[in-house]
């Protein structure tokens, strides 16, 4: 069974830094995917970031293009979120997922770290 830590939330001022972690325990397939995704209260959870384990390849959502870096740690079966110049409608509940059953998708989910971004 998958299980993902996640760690790194708090509360900051805007223009100011986080860095988010997430482990991933149990995963044993050799190729697969991790990302980040956000949630606002009222709001439908939102896609932030995402790298291919096997590649190193990432993809970011537009609204974080050039503020936020994802990055991972093979050994470590570890995935970051560098956020920088944080803004207050970055404020959400934060999840990092991994995909491994199929080419796309996610298949398991951290329990989410709590991301506020004051004005």
């Known amino acids: 069974q998958v299980h993902m830590i996640e760690s790194g939330g708090g509360l900051v001022q805007a223009g100011g830094s986080l860095r988010l972690s997430c482990a991933a325990s149990?995963?044993?397939?050799?190729?697969?995917?991790m990302a980040w995704f956000r949630q606002a209260p009222g709001k439908e959870r939102e896609f932030v970031a995402r790298?291919?384990?096997?590649?190193?390849?990432?993809y970011y959502a537009d609204s974080v293009k050039g503020r936020f870096t994802i990055s991972r740690d093979n050994a470590k079966n570890t995935v970051y979120l560098q956020m920088n110049s944080l803004k207050p409608e970055d404020t959400a509940v934060y999840y990092c997922?991994?995909?491994?059953?199929?080419?796309?998708?996610?298949?398991?989910w951290g329990q989410g770290t709590q991301v506020t971004v004051s004005s």
């Open positions: 997922a991994v995909g491994f059953r199929g080419p796309t998708g996610y298949d398991s």
């Open positions: 149990g995963v044993t397939f050799s190729n697969y995917r």
């Open positions: 790298v291919s384990w096997s590649t190193g390849y990432t």
